[in-house]
């Protein structure tokens, strides 16, 4: 088991909603069942992604819409802890499978530049109807975390800590420093076995004591959030 002592960035996805599920509408069970086996690793995520979008076919308006269920959606603590993290100098990137219109909406919501948001853009007509996906994007595809990760490497300051919950996220655990399973929303048992910490609440606030190596906060405003994290930590017996 990795660990470290504090971390110099953290790389992460932080709703609690799959975006294409949230778009699927009817056909939510589909769609369900493709995301589901991508996120185990039972299928090459490259084998659905295109496919659930074909399927779904979101207009540019429900896109939009999807950014503000984001900001709705996340997962407690989260604002906090991110927040805390940026008090501590330590920097946070979202990577993500998901349509970067919706993403960096949630981004900048939660005052994460731009350019330190990674995920699949998208294309619409003049009306807004779906007209296709970047089929480049590296995040479409198997690996594709660990591609754009290793390609930010340079950029961090290290330790990293990459914090996920499905198969695309932890292909990426061998380019960081410490992967942390977060199954607080779904709990994948071949995640949380190869994870170098679990964390099960479904509060993200352990994320920010594993991030300062269990030190408290230098500000008193984010103390609460940490000592909420250490306690849920000792609660869930995080390894």
């Known amino acids: 088991m990795r660990s470290i002592r504090r971390a110099g960035a953290v790389v ?11 778009l699927a509408g ?20 490259e084998e659905v ?3 659930r979008l074909d ?14 269920a984001y900001v709705d959606a996340l997962v407690p603590d ?10 501590e100098s330590i920097e946070v990137r979202i990577v993500s499978g998901g349509l970067r219109p919706a993403v960096a909406f949630l981004a900048g919501w939660l005052g994460i530049e731009d350019d330190r ?15 296709g996906f970047d089929v480049r994007s590296p995040l479409a595809r198997s690996g594709g975390k660990r591609e754009v990760i290793r390609s930010w490497r340079d950029q961090l300051t ?20 410490m992967f942390v399973a977060y199954a607080g929303v779904v709990d994948r ?40 994290g250490q306690g849920l930590l000792d609660a869930h017996r995080i390894r």
């Not at 399927?55 to 503000?68: N, S």
């Not at 989260?78 to 008090?87: F, I, M, P, R, S």
């Not at 479904?202 to 609460?224: D, M, Q």
């Open 12 to 22: 992460s996805t932080l709703s609690s909603i799959e975006g294409i599920e949230h």
């Open 26 to 45: 009817d056909k939510r069970p589909e769609i369900e069942r493709l995301t589901e086996a991508a996120m185990r690793g039972a299928v090459p995520l």
């Open 49 to 51: 992604y295109g496919r």
């Open 55 to 68: 399927i779904v076919r979101p207009h540019r308006a429900e896109v939009e819409a999807l950014g503000r």
């Open 78 to 87: 989260a604002a906090g802890v991110v927040a805390a993290l940026h008090a």
């Open 117 to 131: 948001v990674a995920a699949v853009g998208v294309t619409f007509g003049e009306g807004g109807e779906y007209a």
């Open 158 to 177: 290290t330790p990293v800590m990459l914090v996920g919950d499905g198969a695309t996220d932890l292909e990426a655990a061998d380019v960081v420093e």
């Open 189 to 228: 048992a071949v995640v949380t076995a190869a994870a170098d910490a679990v964390v099960r609440s479904h509060s993200l606030a352990p994320v920010l004591a594993l991030a300062l190596g269990n030190e408290p906060p230098t500000a008193p405003a984010h103390r609460a959030t940490f000592e909420r």
